[in-house]
């Protein structure tokens, strides 16, 4: 018979790594002029029960938003949904699904020290502060300085000279200094001294454009949020001069995901400028098409002919049906060689 050496588990474990703080931490390397942009419809909250459930899809697709620096989301409607006025209590997500989801994604977006300004008590807003944290880069704490925040007009306040500026809270101790005269409760990018300054003296800054953390420093500065009433406006009124030069499509009747990367006719060069992905609903792309006049009068009668690519997400899969938030996550997840190549031209 054998005889078993019983081992001493150990008890302590030494460890090297400091956990105190996140090391994934976002680092700007340079600036970036292109975009990432992702377009899915608001009908998916229709299709879920409680409006705890419609706040938690909500948070799913904003994380996913976040992890993967998305820049743009657009909100359409693929007619799989009624809407209607809200409710008694100005509850939208059984009525006008569409701007729920709206409503919700721009609330968490938007940095906690401006929520309260920003956006009033709504019933749409009821559970969405026990969502998960987004945590973005523009999402700074007040002992964090960065050249760059969101902030917000508090009072004008005027100078010894005569002259009237802003007073802005941009979530530092202190407030900072616009020398421009804006409304109470505007919110406007700022920028401010490369450094904190060693007193705590009042700090001077200026007002640039959303996209400037982006384009002057490589910063993910976030995402902003539209809404469009068809699918064709998605692309009809995109915010880019020239539009989305690159388009891709997401069905289970496209071609697999990993064909786009592939050194064929399929592959996409790092070159494009907007990346648009289009997610469809519970019925597909299909049923956004066949609910947009513009494009039937217009002839389309394949949502492939929409899109520079048409892909599969998940080839093979095996559950009958691939929820539009799990694609969201799956197509952001399988597509991001796509933008880590284009990162690094």
Request: hydrophobic letters at 35%.
């Amino acid at each position: 018979m054998s005889v078993h050496k019983s081992k001493k588990r150990k008890t302590t474990q030494e460890v090297t790594a400091d956990t105190s703080k996140p090391t994934a931490v976002f680092k700007p390397a340079k600036g970036r002029q292109h975009t990432v942009s992702i377009a899915l419809p608001g009908s998916i909250i229709a299709n879920v029960a409680t409006p705890d459930l419609k706040s938690r899809l909500a948070g799913q697709i904003a994380r996913a938003c976040a992890v993967f620096c998305v820049d743009e989301v657009v909100i359409f409607d693929d007619g799989q949904a009624e809407v209607g006025p809200p409710e008694h209590d100005g509850y939208t997500a059984f009525r006008d699904p569409n701007f729920f989801l709206y409503h919700v994604l721009s609330y968490l977006e938007t940095p906690p020290h401006l929520r309260k300004a920003l956006f009033p008590m709504h019933p749409d807003l009821k559970t969405a502060g026990a969502l998960p944290s987004l945590d973005m880069p523009h999402h700074l704490r007040g002992d964090e300085w960065c050249p760059y925040r969101e902030a917000i007009a508090i009072r004008q306040k005027k100078n010894a000279d005569g002259t009237f500026g802003t007073l802005l809270d941009c979530g530092l101790p202190q407030h900072v200094y616009l020398p421009v005269v804006m409304e109470e409760k505007t919110r406007v990018t700022v920028k401010l001294p490369e450094h904190a300054p060693s007193s705590g003296g009042e700090v001077s800054c200026q007002a640039v454009s959303p996209d400037a953390p982006r384009e002057e420093a490589g910063y993910y500065w976030g995402y902003s949020v539209r809404q469009a009433p068809s699918l064709s406006s998605i692309f009809t009124e995109c915010p880019h001069d020239g539009g989305y030069d690159m388009s891709i499509g997401t069905s289970e009747r496209g071609i697999p995901v990993s064909s786009v990367l592939a050194d064929d006719e399929s592959h996409v060069a790092p070159e494009w400028n907007h990346l648009l992905i289009v997610f469809g609903g519970v019925a597909g792309l299909e049923a956004a098409l066949s609910s947009d006049t513009e494009l039937l009068e217009a002839g389309v009668t394949d949502p492939k002919e929409l899109f520079d690519r048409y892909v599969n997400l998940v080839p093979g899969q095996g559950s009958r049906t691939i929820r539009t938030e799990e694609a969201v996550w799956a197509g952001l997840t399988a597509l991001r060689p796509l933008v880590d190549i284009r990162n690094a031209v």
